[in-house]
T-cell receptor, first 114, second 114 residues
Framework: GENVGLHLPTLSVQEGDNSIINCAYSNSASDYFIWYKQESGKGPQFIIDIRSNMDKRQGQRVTVLLNKTVKHLSLQIAATQPGDSAVYFC?????????????FGKGTKLSVKP | ETGVTQSPTHLIKTRGQQVTLRCSSQSGHNTVSWYQQALGQGPQFIFQ???????GRGNFPPRFSGLQFPNYSSELNVNALELDDSALYLC?????????????FGNGTRLTVT
């Protein structure tokens, strides 16, 4: 399958622990942010999104935090499971008129040890 | 609900040739975006189609072109293939063109140019 994790920053966690994946975004005009999970041989899978008028949003086992002051986004995964092993990308949209252009970060490889 | 499907899954072409990649959008989605993902990198925006017209384009040369059909399916055409065009080509569909709804990706077409 696709080796999407080649030469990426890697986060290694023990099964059951919480994971925190960080992302610095580039444009202060960005108003919409998404986290994607990409497993080997597959396309990116939507995890959670957040708009710039919020600073926190929770999903099932995942939480996204947005700090617009320092242009920082994080994804927290609770009780990390082996199935969470993948490459995680943050993506930003720079606002109206950008015609749907998402700008992706470089990605972080999450490795979960059983 | 049918997800985004892409064909073919893998393709090998020779430098200078032309290629057409196909995508069927998720049911109910009227917007299709194409991305190029080089090995170990995040996806890069090529262009987006909405109501059969190009609705935004990334930093790709004119030999990258596309079409969207009345049923919202789409094609990506690349002429005069170069070795650097070797990548995973991802199609994503969404509802609306504003860029403020999540893109749902297919599993991509892996193109190898020799």
């Amino acid at each position: 399958g696709e080796n999407v994790g080649l030469h990426l920053p890697t986060l290694s966690v023990q099964e059951g622990d919480n994971s925190i994946i960080n992302c610095a975004y580039s444009n202060s005009a960005s108003d919409y942010f998404i986290w994607y999970k990409q497993e080997s041989g597959k396309g990116p899978q939507f995890i959670i999104d957040i708009r710039s008028n919020m600073d926190k949003r929770q999903g099932q086992r995942v939480t996204v935090l947005l700090n617009k002051t320092v242009k920082h986004l994080s994804l927290q995964i609770a009780a990390t499971q082996p199935g969470d092993s993948a490459v995680y990308f943050c993506a930003e949209n720079i606002g109206r008129g950008s015609q749907g252009n998402l700008i992706f970060g470089k990605g972080t490889k999450l490795s979960v040890k059983p | 609900e049918t997800g985004v499907t892409q064909s073919p899954t893998h393709l090998i072409k020779t430098r200078g040739q032309q290629v057409t990649l196909r995508c069927s959008s998720q049911s109910g989605h009227n917007t299709v975006s194409w991305y190029q993902q080089a090995l170990g990198q995040g996806p890069q925006f090529i262009f987006q189609y909405y109501r059969e017209e190009e609705n935004g384009r990334g930093n790709f040369p004119p030999r990258f072109s596309g079409l969207q059909f009345p049923n919202y399916s789409s094609e990506l055409n690349v002429n005069a293939l170069e070795l650097d065009d070797s990548a995973l080509y991802l199609c994503a569909s969404s509802l609306g063109r504003s860029g403020n709804s999540p893109l749902h990706f297919g599993n991509g077409t892996r193109l190898t140019v020799t």
